[in-house]
């Protein structure tokens, strides 16, 4: 049987893989870049983080976020590193549950790979870029701008739009479209997000650990922890990733930092008013040495007004304590899906099967990974549903329930 895999990321190179595995199977990866797996490089800022030993539905969205479930099920974290180190790759698992090559290098994970796509026969051609897809009497032809191919399955593994400068596209969905496919609305996700600067332009570069609250016209939407990046334009930063696909389609958000977790804001007073008693004459400038990061201090003292060059009142210790435990940050709206990770929404995962991937249009077609209506949170989840679904699709329509 004649196997065709568009897109050479990490679910299409699972995909080939897994149908290779066939030994009647004859498969075809096609990759519009001259190289497979060049967003894989990027993740994890090169280190790759492939997966997390807490992926389970509730890390995952969409319209139909079970949808995973039958693909985590069938080939889950344990199965994923179970496989990769049959291919030759060693793993390390962080307290955090984050799984990366040991290695710490994402070129190790493409690699091993880019040479299993090799042993297992795989021919892959870089730089076809696909120009459409048709379906015959039998199976489905493929044609690039240099030739057309004929294939008995077909799987469309192109990706999602984020991240165009490393290979993001929206192709994979007007690809399905071509099909009869319809596709939800698109939006960044696990990316930066853009806030009001007037105070914070001069924290650039700065992080901080801290607690995010995310309000909507003083509803809580959602509270997360982690490091928080100050930039240029706004906020970046693990933390504010996985906070990004519910700031991206509302208005009116205000984002509340808890500076200094460890301590309640009465106990954090408690400690300012020893502080200034200890130091009755000095200047405020110098008053969050030692509590904060000399630069975020400053923006805090600076926020309410406060002259620098007086001493520390005791109505002051009580304002600045509460203002380190409910830091406000009006989001004007997120960067775009040119900087983000990945895409929320894509082709509606009613219209596939969720056992086998294969579309309920077209008999023999299947996506994976990105291109359907599936992101994950921030921390290999995103990684792991490409490997699950890859995975899965490869299969060809062998696990039918």
């Not at 389970?56 to 949808?67: A, I, K, L, M, T």
């Not at 005791?314 to 409910?326: G, Q, S």
């Not at 899906?337 to 056992?355: H, I, K, N, W």
Request: glycine letters at 10%; charged letters at 20%; proline letters at 3%.
């Amino acid at each position: 049987m004649k196997v065709l895999v568009i897109g050479g990321g990490a679910s299409g190179m699972m995909a080939a893989l897994t149908a290779a595995e066939d030994p009647n199977n004859t498969v075809t990866l096609l990759e519009r870049q001259n190289r497979v797996g060049r967003k894989l490089l990027a993740t994890g800022n090169g280190r790759c983080n492939l997966s997390n030993i807490h992926a389970d539905v509730s890390h995952y969205h969409g319209e139909d976020p079970g949808f995973v479930r039958f693909a985590l099920e069938r080939f889950g974290v344990d199965d994923t590193l179970t496989y990769f180190k049959s291919l030759g790759l060693l793993t390390v698992t962080e307290d955090s549950g984050k799984v990366y090559p040991f290695s710490d290098q994402a070129n190790s994970v493409v690699d091993v790979l880019r040479f299993a796509l090799e042993r297992h026969g795989v021919q892959v051609l870089c730089s076809r870029e696909v120009i459409s897809i048709g379906k015959k009497a039998r199976g489905y032809t493929v044609k690039t701008a240099e030739e057309s191919f004929y294939c008995d399955k077909l799987i469309v593994a192109c990706g999602g739009a984020a991240g165009s400068k490393l290979g993001g596209t929206d192709f994979g969905y007007r690809l399905l479209a071509s099909m009869g496919h319809s596709c939800t609305s698109l939006s960044p996700s696990l990316v930066q997000l853009k806030t009001d600067t007037s105070f914070t332009r001069s924290l650039k570069g700065v992080r901080a650990d801290a607690k995010l609250t995310l309000k909507q016209n003083g509803t809580t939407l959602l509270e997360n922890r982690g490091e928080v990046q100050f930039t240029d334009f706004g906020i970046s930063g693990p933390a504010v990733f996985e906070i990004s696909r519910y700031a991206s389609d509302r208005k009116d958000l205000l984002l509340l930092l808890d500076l200094l977790q460890p301590m309640q804001e009465e106990e954090l007073c408690d400690f300012l008013l020893q502080k200034q008693s200890g130091a009755p004459e000095a200047p405020l400038e110098d008053f969050l040495t030692g509590v904060l990061h000399n630069r975020l201090g400053r923006v805090v003292l600076q926020y309410l007004g406060l002259e620098l060059s007086l001493p520390a009142s005791a109505a002051d210790c009580k304002k600045v304590a509460h203002l380190i435990k409910f830091f406000p940050l009006t989001i004007t709206g997120t960067m775009g899906l040119e900087q983000a990770q990945v895409t929320a929404g894509g082709v509606p995962t009613s219209e596939f099967r969720p056992d086998t991937l294969e579309s309920r249009r077209n008999p023999g077609l299947f996506a994976t990974g990105e291109v359907l209506d599936i992101d994950g949170d921030c921390g290999g989840y995103n990684l792991q549903w490409a490997w699950s679904s890859g995975r899965l699709a490869g299969k060809l329509g062998g696990n039918k329930i």
